[in-house]
């Protein structure tokens, strides 16, 4: 194909260009049509349709341009299967993900290219305008789009409508938002990927400190309105654990809950409602824990996409050259000092990241082979590749912003600048690369407890080496720069193809360790393999010592192949909480449902026990709950090999 798209940019006769244009759409048709590549199930989140068809031609073509006319220098690295270029299509035009201020909606009313609506005053008024945003903003950027804080400013209105007594409409309300950010409004048939922050009164400053919007006018501090928000969230908890009308659980908006000191373990102030968010876990998953007492700083951090959490605070320092030691002309240029900052709660929640370049380290861990020299020069190069893909993306998109050359009317109203979001370099395929490194193909089969030890020691000594580059680029360049832990959905199968095909016989011979290759290879997204069948204890102490290196973003998911007592999962979350520095972590209970008859149950059910119809399995694919028939065949692999926990 990509031999076919060379000779259409060279050929001299129109004719010739035509005939192989033709050529190379026909030959994706029949790829989508027939299923033939795996890359037409890349992304569990489009749906087949006919504007399926049309995304998947569309993005392969951009895919190409993108390779041959934009990114010709990093696009070698990207074929050749060193690093990952995520949203390649995309790349070009559209930065990756957003977290956006929900105050400033509020205040200013939804304005589109097509509409004008004024800042909302009633509760059904402001689902909707939370609803039309995230949509239109979805149109603007390839990733996630996030609002935080959505439990608090939604009790406002609450309480304006007098529906403080009247639960039923909440919840009417929140269902109302949760279905209409579930249909495929997206292009190619693909829901907004969306994602919410809930935080009740666990972090005191920002109750104190940020106010309502009602009508476009502030109104009282949100520590006020803490009882509504209760009602708002316990709405939010009825509607995913009853799930649409045949039991299907909701994809989105994922909600994140922040855990603090002030989290309400013994029911003293917020009713039932912390059972309630334990049962969710137990029987649909869907909550993600932020670790706010040992993990992270609960007013700084903004939560997005399937793990990528934003610093707020580093761009402020970024801004006001604080700590980064910026050389002077970069810190004569830059346009907010600390002293227009107004402190941290000036610090806006539009941020997000520029693009993610990700690195395949299974390869380095083959290629250096215990060559701590050659490992550290061969990262270097990549983190150097990922750097220019990132200086020259962000340099492109913000011409594009600037010149109105492409119309982004959402992020120009709303946004108005790049300046705030990160340049993120993630990381793939670690559990493999330490094995390659160490030579020892069956490492995560049978590790001991000296072999965990030893694992993270080298995490630690990479990691600490990946941070101290970035922190040189960001003095350098003036940028912000982070590091994820990506969730490689399609990054993962690709990457481990390319290199079985490339090193197929190291790999059969057993040199090379790939995962899955007996169905379909593919990568890990996690720093403890989730094939690797050892305690739960021992996983959670691993990933305690690394997550925290990972600064833009990182998951550990734990897998649960029956349904749990929601207290179990209270006490072990709070275990978690307070004795560990776990920064991100989920449950996900697999779940079995049936279209015809409807039964439902947590665990891995094939058939159907009541009609014996085939069931949809469900479970997170990487961050987001999908039916497994809607994975690409990597990450099929991947969940046959997942170890699953009681609780």
Known sequence: MVERERVYVKAESGVDRERVFVSVVA???????????????????????????????????????????????????????????????????????????????????????????????????????????????????????????????????????????????????????????????????????????????????????????????????????????????????????????????????????????????????????????????????????LNGVNGVDPTAVFSMCCRLTIDRIRVAKLKSGISLKLKPEIKEHTCITSDHLGGTWAIPDETGSIGVVTINLARLGYLARGDESKLYTLLDELLEVARIHLKNKRERLTKILKSNSINLPITRFYLGTYDNHYNTIGLTAMPEFVANFLQNPKLWFEPSKRDLLEVVGIYKKLLEHIHSRIGEFECEDGMLYNVEETPAEGAGTRLALVDYTMFKREVENGEFFIPGVEDHPYYSNSIVPYYANIPLHRRIEVESEIQKYFTGGVMMHIFLGEEADPEALKKLTYNIICNTRIIYFSYTPAQSICRKCRWRAVGVYWECPKCGSETDVWSRIVGYYRPLKSWNPGRQSDFKHRIHYRV
């Open 27 to 289: 030959d994706l048709v029949s790829k989508y049509i027939s299923e033939s590549s795996w890359e037409v199930k890349e992304n569990a989140n489009v749906n087949r349709s006919f504007t399926g068809l049309v995304h998947f031609v569309t993005l392969e073509s951009f895919k190409r341009y993108s390779l041959e006319y934009v990114y010709r220098f990093e696009g070698k690295y990207h074929r050749d299967g060193y690093i990952h270029i995520h949203d390649l299509p995309y790349s070009p035009f559209v930065p990756y993900c957003a977290g956006w201020s929900l105050e400033k909606l509020l205040r200013k009313g939804l304005v589109t290219p097509t509409v004008i609506a004024k800042p909302a005053r009633h509760l059904d008024s402001a689902v909707d305008h939370i609803v039309n945003f995230l949509t239109a903003a979805q149109h603007e950027w390839a990733g996630a789009q996030a609002f935080s804080n959505v439990d608090l400013y939604l009790a406002a209105f609450v309480r304006e409508d007098g529906l403080g007594g009247d639960y039923r409409k909440v919840k009417q309300q929140v269902q109302r938002l949760v279905y209409n950010l579930n249909f495929p409004t997206r292009v190619g048939s693909q829901m907004p990927f969306t994602n919410f922050t809930f935080i009740l009164d666990t972090v005191p400053k920002i109750l104190r400190e940020r106010r309502a919007v009602i009508g476009g006018v502030f109104r009282e501090p949100l520590e006020s309105y803490v009882d509504e928000a209760i009602n708002v969230v316990k709405g939010f908890i009825e509607v995913y654990l009853e799930g649409d009308a045949i039991g299907q659980p909701f994809t989105f908006p994922i909600p994140t809950l922040i855990v603090t000191r002030n989290f309400d373990w013994n029911e003293r102030r917020w009713g039932d409602l912390s059972y309630r968010i334990f049962e969710l876990a137990a029987k649909r998953g869907t909550f993600y824990f």
